[in-house]
């Protein structure tokens, strides 16, 4: 029996950027914001949290490199970018399919490579017996241990914490399988789920 529940454990993980890494794209909040027309900034501000669908906002759009890129620095397959994952084309076709129930993708030209923003609009649920809540001076900042109810991973690849925070982004094994099968580049799979570096 204990066999069978071992086989049955879904393995997650932190995503976290790749150390010294650069977000590929120029592009602020307000540049964001502005394709979406976003005048106030509220959207883009709440919808890490609220999950709200931006492609039927979204206009296929251009914007230049990061001047680190510019200067010769090779552009990561899957990368960072705020709250979000940005992907080359090639990520673009290996993992549409696995994350198309997870989030939408954004066109975004970037320079000269087409990418994707990826957003992802799945929380999973966490395990509130396991998970520990972390406080500083009697407030709350954070957890000290994340884990998530197993039955709340069976769909999910790519997702969020609410208890860890929106700007944190969650994997299973199936994305990173994706992700070491093509030999990507740009992004780190931590064991450690409330850590914070």
């Known amino acids: 029996?204990?066999?069978?529940?071992?086989?049955?454990?879904?393995?997650?993980?932190?995503?976290?950027?790749?150390?010294?890494?650069?977000e590929v794209p120029d592009l602020d909040l307000f540049g964001f914001a502005e394709i979406l027309g976003d005048e106030?900034?509220?959207?883009?501000?709440?919808q890490?949290?609220?999950?709200e669908s931006l492609l039927n906002k979204w206009t296929p759009s251009r914007c230049e490199l990061a001047s680190e890129?510019?200067?010769?620095?090779?552009?990561?397959?899957?990368?960072?970018?705020?709250?979000y994952l940005l992907l080359s084309e090639e990520a673009y076709n290996a993992f549409k399919?696995?994350?198309a129930d997870a989030g939408e993708f954004l066109a975004l030209q970037v320079g000269y490579v087409q990418m994707y923003i990826f957003v992802p609009l799945q929380f999973a649920k966490e395990d509130t017996s396991k998970t520990l809540r972390h406080y500083e001076d009697g407030f709350?900042?954070?957890?000290?241990?994340?884990?998530?109810?197993q039955s709340s991973l069976a769909d999910k690849?790519?997702?969020?914490?609410?208890?860890?925070?929106?700007?944190?982004l969650f994997a299973t094994g199936s994305f990173k399988?994706?992700?070491?099968?093509?030999?990507?580049?740009?992004?780190?799979?931590?064991k450690d789920l409330a850590g914070i570096f």
């Open 97 to 99: 399919n696995l994350l």
């Open 69 to 83: 890129y510019k200067q010769g620095l090779p552009i990561p397959d899957v990368s960072f970018w705020g709250s």
């Open 1 to 22: 029996m204990e066999d069978e529940l071992m086989e049955k454990t879904i393995t997650v993980y932190r995503l976290k950027p790749v150390e010294n890494s650069y």
């Open 177 to 190: 399988e994706g992700y070491n099968k093509h030999d990507f580049t740009g992004i780190e799979f931590d």
């Open 140 to 149: 709350e900042c954070g957890v000290e241990t994340l884990v998530f109810e």
């Open 40 to 46: 106030d900034l509220s959207l883009v501000r709440r």
């Open 157 to 168: 690849s790519v997702f969020k914490s609410e208890m860890y925070g929106t700007h944190g």
């Open 48 to 51: 890490p949290r609220t999950n």
